[in-house]
């Protein structure tokens, strides 16, 4: 019994600490793609090209790194842990690739992008969401990223109307860019490995742009996704809700010197607009972009804003 007690504690720390005797930081999100075929695979759907200047988010001890450097321009690589930036360099150190690779050493939702071509990154799984939409808000448009997700954020990411997962984080990503999975990837192809299966998945923006204000988009996506499987007249004429949109619409028609009816009422104004449209039973789980698009069009052009 001793005996396979030990064993068993020799395996767990194998799981945690890499070949390089670094202990990985689980907090940090640091799961390190150990399968090269999936490494090998990634880098081909990215069809980089070799004047391209590739971001990569958390590389880590260079897996993917290395063979980014093989087939771009230059590398930028945003890493936050100091321990694993003195390791990546150290790979590079008296190699060519030494000279194409450039490293942010920071949080990469609190630093300042350069200009990239293409991401490509095995990201830590707990800012997910903020980084999608820091890159899809990024200046200049870049052309695609390849992104290693957990599983079901990339369901979220790629759900269609009606679909289980469909959600806010699906219609603004849509609205923002082309998004399609690419493949699965089982837990045990990380050291150590994470709790959840994997799914890469690529992104390409939309250029250009979709030509609306995304914070007022966000805005009122906020506000039907708050109860996707209610109707929109639930959503919209909450208390809370009807008093922030008044709120908005005073200050609008202050700023726009327009004279407000003694009688107004926000809810009578926000259920005239909803059934004039026969849209007060429709729920926002089986509305599509489009659909939302129309409806912030129907509240701006009655003087109601969401930002």
């Known amino acids: 019994m001793p005996k396979d007690k030990r064993k068993h504690k020799s395996s767990d720390s194998r799981e945690d600490v890499g070949r390089q005797g670094l202990k990985f930081n689980k907090e940090l999100g640091q799961h390190i793609l150990k399968n090269p075929l999936i490494v090998n695979s990634m880098i081909d759907k990215a069809a ?40 990546l360099r150290k790979r590079v150190m008296g190699t060519p690739y030494k000279s194409k690779l450039d490293v942010i050493v920071g949080d990469v939702l609190k630093s300042e992008l350069p ?10 799984y707990q800012i997910s969401s903020p980084l999608v939409f820091k890159l899809l808000l990024h200046r200049p448009i870049f052309r695609c990223a390849i992104i290693m997700f957990q599983r079901e954020f990339a369901q979220r990411l ?21 998004v399609d999975h690419l493949m699965k990837i ?42 996707k499987n209610k ?12 008093q922030l949109m008044e709120s908005n619409y005073r200050v609008y028609c202050s700023i726009k010197e327009i004279e407000l ?44 804003h969401f930002a």
């Open 48 to 87: 980089l090209r070799s004047t391209d200047v590739c971001l990569e988010i958390g590389p880590g001890t260079g897996n993917l790194t290395i063979k980014l450097l093989d087939k771009v321009k230059r590398v930028v690589g945003c890493e936050k842990d100091e321990r694993l930036v003195a390791e």
């Open 115 to 124: 200009y990239f071509d293409i991401c490509v990154a095995n990201i830590p």
């Open 158 to 178: 790629t759900a269609k109307p009606g679909d289980k997962l469909y959600c806010r984080l699906s219609v603004n990503t849509q609205l923002l860019a082309r």
């Open 186 to 227: 089982g837990r045990n192809n990380f050291r150590p490995p994470p709790k959840v299966d994997s799914s890469v998945v690529r992104l390409e923006p939309r250029n250009p742009p979709p030509p609306i204000n995304f914070r007022e988009w966000d805005g009122m996506l906020r506000i039907a996704f708050s109860r």
């Open 231 to 242: 109707s929109l007249r639930a959503s919209f004429t909450s208390s809370k809700t009807l």
């Open 261 to 304: 009816p003694s009688d107004f009422s926000m809810r009578d104004t926000v259920d005239g607009l909803l059934d004039s449209h026969g849209l007060c039973l429709v729920r926002p789980r089986t509305m599509s972009i489009d659909d939302f698009l129309s409806l912030l069009k129907l509240f701006n052009e009655a003087n109601i």
